[in-house]
């Protein structure tokens, strides 16, 4: 019996949190937070390796053409990302 | 060498090494491995892992050594046991061991500390519902 | 209240389903609404398992017998930590762990993705919400932990003394951590295969998880080691045994795993082996839950034939097909554009790297189960015991110990020998001093494995210290900090980096531990009498005399009887103490003597270990009760039903003719170089994993804040 009531009790409680979605209207926003998000993880992520890349340099483990080449690739990359983060609205 | 060749010279070394440790490892393993039986099953002359119950009554020490029958896990045909080495903790008459050796002369002469008991039955079959 | 318990579980079923189906339906349909819905059914199913857990908790505390877990694991007498712990003590309760673990990770990470990865996290949660269903079913089918006693008991089994000890309690919750936690990345794996999205993007949202699972993991696996060497009477710390080799292989994929992601992120390669290393891992953790309770390896672990073995073995059996089969139908889109440039770079060390580790896992794969292949190949059931796995994985390791000193001083894509020269230069010359050294001031040469080992931890503790100190020297030239604000700046800025190579120094040190203590220990088992002693090492050990303490033993485990000894130990100047002893629980088996029955239950041993930098001295004892078995016998006879004062009178004086009149106890004696640099390698590499994953707070702001941003801009251009 108790299992019964307690069954139906939280089924219930469920069934009402997982039904608000289709309650609430308009993701338009949410879908262009979500491009900026990922576009914002790229971007950091490829910060990150041109500073690893600046790092190699100066530690020796590259040479300065090596290095050169490298930062001027990613650096153009990381622009891409800025000019797509740009265009969103 | 072009690049394409260099790779498949490198995939060719990759899977020979591969080939290599797969034929050591099946080698090694069947070579050293001790067969796993029961006590009605043992013969002499051949290095065995022994798996079965302690028999109710069997154990003894002297000196150094224990002592004790080990019997299939559903029969009765056992076999006597001397084992020196460490002794697990959970060894009790009743309690499923497995240990290596040899039969001697009717004796299964144990090595040195292979003795292995089974942990009490944590998670048995039986089930109390209400 | 227990049936609250179960509702909470059959809820939780129907939720996870739930959560799986709207989730794939609102993926394909392209509706936003129902991937939503999918999203909040886990977080209440996180909060279902939370309740449960809770209920079952609060039994475990009040001692409730009407709980049939309760009865079984637990008595009034048991020690509060021991009454929380004991949950997990059982099937139908690590049961319950792993779904309370699985839903409160994938809550975490489908809160933190919730606004990007929006074409993959559907697919993850639908994952995620199959593998919890998985267990739920399981409980609520077959092995439901609140099942009721129609007659509750007065008293609990009580826990098994075994595992009395705060390192074995401590341990299934954080090696299912580790199982559960890479069930995160395995999940958006999937979801980056069937959506085609298979850039780093999941690897990105997942990396943490990764690395904290597989951080808890390693130190599940040290804590088994651990409690094994300080709690078990035959002073190993690793025996090849089944289950460890179970939760080792998981973690060995893992870390597989973990090195090859760096090469996708980088350059994009590798990504094949990525998918098929997280579905490896994941399949492994899966084989590492089950292998423990399913009877088809015999160990020490193993409990026989258990209820719900064949239902994992499906389980299993379908995750592996399912995952082959979108690797294989997904392989176009994996395959890389880039290409290796050059062996010496750090891409082609990490290919060389997956290789070994792999190589490892199914070494351990095939002795553990050798058994079984055994047996289908020639009917005979046959097994391979350490000295098999010790020959055959002891050269893998140092393959692998040489690769973890060489890889982090590359650079990417390729190292020009001119390079190669000036980064390995300073560490080889410091591996040639250590070699020598070695040689002329130590009899390590007496075992060449170990010798080469030893030379290997220098070369990546050298490596590592020059990255260090390059790093910041780098920095200063730059900034001109002082060297510890530099040092500290350059690990805060390159956390993964640093934490990494902190990783690297850590397993060398337990490697080196591990190698000492192998090849170098000492151990003799001895019968003695008091007042004699004998010599082991170097040392002198003399057996004092006996202890016997009643109800009240050291280790606090609540055992009524604790017989031991005290033994000195000399050697030169250095003089100490140990006091191993032997407790012993009472069975409740009713065909035994009522005073029989305190020596006939379990019994464990208290061993004593002298912990020290350069060796442990490690003693147990096991008294000889032979002696007391004639008075024993003579108080079951004359005492037949005697109450609990009577039988504690009869015990006292038992344990005091013991006492007094000692029969020869014997003695295990091992000394062993270097044990705790083990531990301590193990706590290096935790540190360097915890720095590892770390999150840095200017990244995180950055983006909170132009998310910000975006939404201001959007709300004035409406008003």
Redesign the interface.
Same mark, same amino acid.
């Given at each position: 019996?108790?299992?019964? =009531?307690?069954?139906l =009790? =939280? #089924?219930a409680?469920?069934a009402l949190?997982?039904? =608000?979605?289709?309650l609430?209207t308009g993701?338009a926003? #949410?879908?262009?937070?979500?491009r900026?998000?990922?576009l914002?993880?790229a971007k950091? #992520?490829k910060y990150r390796?041109i500073?690893?890349?600046e790092?190699?340099y100066?530690?020796?483990?590259?040479?300065q053409e090596?290095w050169r080449a490298?930062d001027r690739e990613l650096r153009s990359e990381a622009i891409e990302i800025l000019r797509r983060l740009d265009r969103?609205? | 060498m072009d690049p394409a060749r260099k790779r498949r010279l490198r995939l060719i070394v990759a899977l020979g090494a591969a080939a290599a440790l797969a034929s050591v490892l099946v080698y090694t393993s069947f070579s050293a491995s001790t067969e796993a039986s029961k006590p009605s099953q043992v013969r002499p002359g051949h290095a065995y892992e022994l798996t079965g119950k302690v028999v109710n009554g069997s154990v003894s020490h002297a000196g150094d050594e224990l002592r004790f029958r080990i019997r299939d896990r559903d029969g009765h045909r056992s076999v006597p046991v001397r084992y020196a080495g460490a002794v697990p903790d959970p060894f009790r008459e009743g309690r499923e061991v497995i240990v290596s050796g040899e039969l001697r002369s009717g004796t299964f002469v144990a090595e040195r500390d292979s003795l292995v008991t089974k942990c009490p039955s944590k998670f048995t079959k039986e089930k109390r519902r209400s | 209240m227990a049936g609250i318990g179960s509702a909470c579980l059959a809820v939780g079923l129907f939720t996870a389903l739930y959560a799986a189906g709207v989730s794939i339906y609102g993926a394909r349909r392209g509706r936003r609404a129902w991937v939503t819905s999918g999203r909040r059914a886990i977080y209440c199913l996180a909060g279902l398992m939370v309740a449960g857990t809770a209920i079952l908790q609060s039994a475990f505390l009040r001692s409730d017998f009407s709980y049939a877990l309760v009865a079984e694991g637990s008595s009034t007498d048991t020690p509060g930590f021991y009454k929380v712990t004991a949950m997990w003590a059982t099937q139908d309760g690590s049961l319950l762990l792993w779904a309370l673990l699985l839903s409160l990770f994938s809550a975490a990470v489908l809160f933190l993705t919730r606004r990007s990865l929006r074409e993959i996290a559907p697919y993850a949660t639908a994952v995620l919400g199959v593998v919890a269903a998985f267990f739920l079913v399981l409980m609520v089918g077959w092995e439901n932990p609140f099942d009721t006693l129609a007659a509750p008991p007065m008293e609990g089994n009580g826990l098994n003394p075994l595992l009395r000890h705060p390192a074995m309690m401590i341990h299934p919750p954080v090696l299912y951590t580790g199982y559960v936690g890479f069930s995160i990345p395995f999940a958006f794996a999937v979801g980056a295969l069937v959506t085609r999205r298979t850039g780093a993007d999941w690897i990105r949202a997942t990396r943490r998880f990764a690395l904290v699972a597989w951080t808890f993991l390693g130190t599940g696996i040290m804590l088994g080691a651990l409690w094994s060497y300080t709690e078990l009477g035959w002073g190993g710390y690793w025996a090849w045994d089944p289950v460890e080799n179970a939760s080792l292989m998981p973690w060995l994929a893992g870390t597989a795993f973990l090195h090859s992601i760096m090469v996708q992120e980088k350059r994009g390669m590798l990504r094949i082996w990525n998918v098929s290393l997280v579905c490896g891992t994941f399949v492994l953790a899966l084989i590492g839950t089950f292998l423990v309770r399913s009877g088809i390896l015999d160990s020490i672990h193993a409990f026989g034939a258990s209820t719900i073995g064949t239902q994992f073995l499906v389980f299993i059996g379908v995750v592996v097909a399912f995952s082959v089969a979108l690797i294989l139908a997904r392989l176009p889109d994996l395959r890389s554009r880039a290409k290796l440039d050059s062996l010496l770079s750090r891409e082609a060390f990490f290919l060389l790297n997956n290789l070994v580790l792999v190589g490892l896992c199914l070494v351990i794969m095939w002795g553990t189960f050798f058994p079984l292949i055994s047996e289908a190949l020639t009917g005979d059931k046959a097994s391979v015991g350490p000295p098999w796995f010790d020959r055959l994985t002891v050269p893998l390791a140092i393959v692998l110990v040489l690769l973890s000193g060489i890889g982090p001083v590359l650079a990417w894509r390729r190292v020009t020998l001119r390079g190669l020269r000036r980064v390995l230069v300073a560490p080889l010359a410091l591996t040639l001093l250590a070699l020598l050294a070695l040689l002329v001031l130590t009899d390590a040469s007496q075992s060449p494995p170990s010798l080469v080992m030893f030379c290997l931890v220098t070369f990546v503790l050298a490596a590592v210290g020059q990255e260090f100190w390059r790093g910041a020297s780098a920095r200063r030239t730059v900034t001109g900090e002082p060297w510890p604000r530099a040092l500290v700046r350059l690990a805060g800025r390159n956390r993964r980096r640093y934490g990494g190579y902190l990783v690297h120094a850590g397993i060398a040190v337990l490697f080196l531990g591990v190698a000492a203590s192998s090849a170098f220990h000492d151990q003799r088992d001895v019968r003695l009498s008091p007042g004699q002693s004998f010599r082991t090492g170097h040392y002198t050990v003399t057996y004092r005399k006996p202890t016997a303490r009643l109800g009240g033993d050291s280790a606090g485990t609540g055992a009524p009887i604790s017989l031991g000894a005290v033994l000195d130990v000399k050697k030169g100047d250095q003089r100490f103490t140990l006091h191993p002893a032997r407790n012993y629980y009472p069975t409740q088996d009713p065909s035994k003597g009522v005073v029989s029955r305190y020596f006939e239950g379990e019994a464990n041993s208290e061993v004593d270990v002298r912990w020290g930098l350069k060796r442990d001295f490690w003693l147990a004892v096991r008294p000889d009760l032979a002696s007391l078995d004639r008075p024993i016998r003579e108080a079951d006879r004359r005492f037949p039903g005697a109450s609990n004062d009577v039988q504690a009178v009869v015990i006292a004086a038992l344990t005091e003719r013991y006492r007094s009149h000692p029969p020869p106890a014997a003695f295990r004696a091992i000394v062993s170089p270097l044990v705790l640099w083990i531990w301590i390698g193990g706590a290096i590499a935790v540190l360097g994993a915890l720095i590892a994953v770390w999150p840095a707070p200017e990244a995180r702001l950055r983006r909170v804040r132009s998310l910000y941003a975006a939404r201001l801009g959007r709300e004035l251009s409406r008003a």
């Open positions: 019996m108790e299992y019964a =009531l307690a069954f =009790l =939280l #089924a409680v469920v949190v997982v039904a =608000l979605p289709f609430r993701s926003e #949410a879908e262009e937070d979500a900026r998000a990922e914002d993880a950091e #992520a390796e500073r690893d890349a790092l190699d100066r530690m020796g483990k590259l040479s090596d490298v969103l609205p | - | -």
